[in-house]
């Protein structure tokens, strides 16, 4: 398994236009994340998938954004007819329910590298 | 939305000296303290994950503590290099395992 692999790693668009970023998390993990970071901010929570269901949105998530995990593997987020303020790193992450070393039984999570977008 | 503040917002460290910064976070409601290591162009890397007052958490020259009951959180580098040149993120769960509130992170650069 390569990690958690987001294409396309850069996206530039005009304001209006339509644009869909993919995730593919670990293979073996059943959470799906996605976040967003703006320039000096940290990520911010966006969504999250437990295997194909989608368990909570942030209110950050406008009507314009749509997530999607179908069959619980690979996830799309779509944002319809971009604004510039959603300029921003799209983050991916992926986790799995098992423990994590010493048993702790917190979620750690694995992260892509991101899907940046830049709204003209 | 959760008040993570990570404090100082960037340091520069000569190679070999040791440095720290802090992670502060609301203190009730705690479930787990995550850190995480964003190197410039790469995915941000888990580094601890703590859910005990008290924690301690040590990988290699770097290691982490835990304070629950004042909400803060500390982050050591010993004999800094400059492979530790990178962003230092924390993150904070209130109540569940699942939803992460970042802080806006911490960046080291080290000089050689």
């Known amino acids: 398994d390569t990690g958690v692999s987001q294409d396309p790693r850069h996206k530039i668009t005009k304001r209006g236009q339509n644009v869909t970023f993919r995730c593919d998390p670990i293979?073996?993990?059943?959470?799906l994340y996605w976040y967003r970071q703006t320039l000096g901010q940290g990520p911010e929570f966006l969504t999250y998938?437990?295997?194909?269901?989608?368990l909570e949105k942030s209110r950050l998530l406008s009507d314009r954004f749509s997530a999607e995990r179908p069959k619980g593997s690979f996830s799309t987020l779509e944002i319809q007819r971009t604004e510039q303020g959603d300029s921003a790193m799209y983050l991916c992450?992926?986790?799995?329910?098992?423990?994590w070393g010493e048993g702790s039984g917190a979620n750690v999570l694995t992260f892509g590298a991101g899907s940046r977008l830049t709204v003209l | 939305i959760l008040n993570v503040e990570q404090s100082p917002q960037s340091l520069h460290v000569q190679e070999g000296d040791s440095t720290n910064f802090t992670c502060s976070f609301p203190s009730s409601n705690f479930y787990a303290l995550h850190w995480y290591r964003w190197e410039t162009a790469k995915s941000p890397e888990a580094l601890f994950v703590m859910t005990l007052n008290g924690d301690e958490k040590k990988k290699g020259r770097i290691s982490a503590t835990l304070n629950t009951k004042e909400g803060y959180s500390y982050l050591y580098i010993k004999g800094s290099q400059p492979e530790d040149s990178a962003t230092y993120l924390c993150a904070f769960s209130e109540g569940s395992d699942y939803k992460l509130s970042f802080g806006a992170g911490t960046t080291v650069t080290v000089r050689a």
């Open positions: 998938f437990q295997n194909e269901a989608q």
């Open positions: 293979s073996e993990h059943n959470r």
């Open positions: 992450a992926s986790s799995t329910t098992k423990f």
